[in-house]
């Protein structure tokens, strides 16, 4: 059985609830494309080319993990760099495009 999932921030609030377990959005899949070698974001009417470690942060939304285990995940994978500001903010940004929820 899992936990609850708590309700994400409001709109415009920034994601630092880190006890919000982010996943994508419906009708969302993160998939990569052989052919242009490339991770992509494909959305009814929509494809994004994800570039740096958007890819990476959107592998661990799956709706189980929290926000801060998945900085912590990326802090381990990437010794050194900023996860927990980037990632925080990048959150809050995907999540205004509806990409995550």
Known sequence: MTAPEAPPPETGATVRATDWRPRLG????????????????????RIVLLEGGAVAVLRL?????????????????FPGAPVADDVTEFLDRVRGEGWVR
């Open 26 to 45: 419906s009708g969302i899949i993160l998939r990569h494309d052989a052919v242009r070698r490339a991770d992509l974001l494909v959305m009814p009417e």
């Open 61 to 77: 939304c799956d709706g189980e993990r929290t926000v801060a285990e998945i900085v912590e995940r990326l802090r381990v994978d």
